[in-house]
């Protein structure tokens, strides 16, 4: 089955700065990649998903890259603010099937 | 419209006894998921539903943990003679279809063996 990686697991960063978060798939048939963010002590949200056809997708502050040769997708957060702290999980769905295989997930925190 | 829901929010129970859990999807979402949050971790998935059938059982830690989904609805998951590491909160989300879509999440089940 499909095995994602995700790193860090831990991120800080100034308010104001970028932060990207990376992770690694081994289905070279994934097709679909989504983000996921959940606040403290609140129930995981859809924030960007990609596609295998496209290389980058954005939505404002975010965005997600897609390296299908390498096998993995990255996701960018720029002018980070407070709201932004969260953990962040990726995942991906193998062409084959229809789990989601979440990432171990990254610890936002933007230092006000 | 109404997002997922779930009961009991918070289920406090001892070593031994069963619990049930409820997950009530988005109206019109065939697919159905149950994932195990424990306290600053992962999303573990445990099993899924399409309709009323759940191609993969293959989450589901062991023989203890059963679930049901009726009417291609309503989805209950049963732990039988709880363990103090099934702690841990309990997910369900919902979709459109099984795959490649926005799961939509609920807010959880918490719970607590002694």
């Known amino acids: 089955g499909e095995n994602v990686e995700q790193h860090p697991s831990t991120l800080s960063v100034q308010e104001g700065d970028s932060a990207v978060i990376k992770c690694t798939y081994s289905?070279?048939?994934?097709?679909?990649f989504p983000w996921y963010k959940q606040e403290l002590g609140k129930r995981p949200q859809l924030i960007i998903d990609?596609?295998?056809?496209?290389g980058e997708k954005k939505d404002q502050r975010i965005a997600v890259t897609l390296n299908k040769t390498a096998k993995h997708f990255s996701l960018h957060i720029t002018e980070t603010q407070p709201e932004d702290s969260a953990v962040y999980f990726c995942?991906?769905?193998?062409?084959?099937?229809?789990?989601?295989?979440f990432g171990t997930g990254t610890s936002l925190t933007v230092i006000p | 419209g109404a997002g997922v829901s779930q009961s009991p929010s918070n289920k406090v129970t001892e070593k031994g006894k069963d619990v049930e859990l409820r997950c009530d999807p988005i109206?019109?979402?065939?697919?159905l998921y149950w994932y195990r949050q424990s306290l600053g971790q992962g999303l573990e998935f445990l099993i899924y539903?399409?309709?009323?059938?759940?191609?993969?059982k293959s989450g589901l830690p062991s023989d203890r943990f059963s679930a049901e989904r009726t009417g291609g609805s309503v989805s209950t998951l049963t732990i039988q003679r709880t363990q103090q590491e099934d702690s841990a909160v309990y997910l369900c989300?919902?979709?459109?279809?099984?795959?490649?879509?926005?799961?939509?999440f609920g807010p959880g089940t918490r719970l607590t063996v002694l």
């Open positions: 989300a919902s979709s459109l279809w099984a795959g490649d879509n926005e799961q939509f």
């Open positions: 289905d070279s048939a994934s097709n679909y």
């Open positions: 990609i596609r295998s056809n496209v």
């Open positions: 995942a991906a769905i193998p062409d084959t099937g229809n789990q989601f295989y």
């Open positions: 109206s019109g979402h065939t697919a």
């Open positions: 539903f399409q309709g009323n059938s759940a191609p993969d």
